[in-house]
């Protein structure tokens, strides 16, 4: 059975940082591609990153250029989403989801999902 365990979401001040963790079972880690993605309330679903598992390729959307910081354990079958210089807008639910043929943040193009986890910035 597929599995994505979205973790480490919370409260945190604008300006903090938060590590998020997706655990990954149930398929070959290391040929698929892990992405973050995060729907704030009203608005839709956004891809926010991106990490190859087989050579560490990353992508970042636009808005979280900089702040962001996508990696993988691949021993462990975790991505990582470090977030640094939170901002209010940056508030949303955070899911990962992972595709075994594509790269890139086109969400139709990710075969499994995790749950999410709530991340909220206070300004």
């Known amino acids: 059975e597929v599995q994505l365990v979205e973790s480490g979401g919370g409260l945190v001040q604008a300006g903090g940082s938060l590590r998020l963790s997706c655990s990954a079972s149930?398929?070959?880690?290391?040929?698929?591609?892990i992405g973050w993605f995060r729907q704030a309330p009203g608005k839709e679903r956004e891809g926010v990153s991106c990490i190859s598992s087989s050579d560490g390729t990353t992508y970042y959307a636009d808005s979280v250029k900089g702040r962001f910081t996508i990696s993988s354990d691949n021993a462990k079958n975790t991505v990582y989403l470090q977030m640094s210089s939170l901002k209010p807008e940056d508030t949303a639910v955070y899911y990962c989801?992972?595709?075994?043929?594509?790269?890139?943040?086109?969400?139709?193009?990710?075969?499994?999902w995790g749950q999410g986890t709530q991340v909220t910035v206070s300004s």
């Open positions: 989801a992972a595709s075994g043929s594509y790269y890139g943040l086109a969400q139709y193009e990710y075969d499994y």
């Open positions: 149930g398929f070959t880690f290391d040929d698929y591609v």
